[in-house]
């Protein structure tokens, strides 16, 4: 069985301010993980993936996540953020061809 | 490549009405997925397909649910007897193997309102 945790429903941020999403998770097997942003209206867009290798992830848009196996953590971080990126995020793992989504988190930045 | 597309974006329904949604992934992806996506929170996996093959089925799947992907290219999504409950956004998407780093490629949901 797998799960993920967001820990954060809602982080408003100011905009040029840095901003980190939080995400645990929990599997009983080797596992992916994602990092996907859902626009209003809009299917989701996947912003970056742990595979194997660098626990430093680089996605688009300056996003970047950092694997932490012994924390069981996969933290979304942006060091500048942009009125652009309000948006729902959702951190996802996959360990048996399917994903398990956590229940998102909206940024919301203001000017 | 136009993406996966899904039909209709919206539906309304009444309770007990039969609905149908289609979804056409990205042309030569052989795997296809279907999710549904409650307000507040993240997608719930419902069930997914290789080529043709309907390979596993969520509890979440009641028997009012049937999905299937006849030639291994679009999926259709029917619900029977809609309930309230079902009123939700259904997301396809699709990826190009049977790997799970695949990237899954979403389209952009069939929202359902069922009054």
């Known amino acids: 069985a797998q799960s993920v945790t967001q820990l954060d429903s809602q982080v408003p941020v100011f905009e040029e301010a840095p901003v980190e999403l939080r995400c645990n998770y929990s599997s009983s097997v080797s596992v992916y993980l994602f990092w996907y942003v859902q626009y209003p209206n809009q299917g989701l867009q996947l912003l970056l993936k742990?595979?194997?290798?660098?626990?430093l992830v680089k996605g688009i848009n300056g996003f970047e996540a950092e694997f932490n196996k012994s924390q069981t953590s996969f933290h979304l971080r942006k060091p500048s953020v942009h009125i652009s990126d309000t948006a729902e995020y959702f951190c996802?793992?996959?360990?048996?061809?399917?994903?398990?989504f956590g229940d998102g988190t909206t940024l919301t930045v203001k000017p | 490549d136009t993406g996966v597309s899904q039909n209709p974006r919206h539906k309304i329904t009444k309770r007990g009405q039969n609905v149908t949604f289609r979804c056409d992934p990205i042309?030569?992806?052989?795997?296809l997925y279907w999710y549904r996506q409650t307000l507040g929170q993240g997608p719930e996996f419902l069930t997914y397909f290789q080529n043709e093959a309907q390979l596993e089925k969520s509890r979440l799947l009641s028997d009012r649910f049937s999905a299937e992907r006849p030639k291994g290219s679009f999926s259709t999504l029917e619900i029977q007897r809609t309930e309230q409950g079902d009123s939700a956004m259904y997301l396809c998407?699709?990826?190009?193997?049977?790997?799970?780093?695949?990237?899954?490629?979403f389209g952009p949901g069939t929202r359902l309102l069922v009054l």
């Open positions: 998407a699709s990826s190009s193997s049977d790997r799970a780093q695949e990237t899954q490629y």
């Open positions: 996802a793992v996959d360990g048996a061809g399917k994903s398990t």
């Open positions: 042309s030569e992806h052989n795997r």
């Open positions: 742990y595979l194997s290798g660098s626990t």
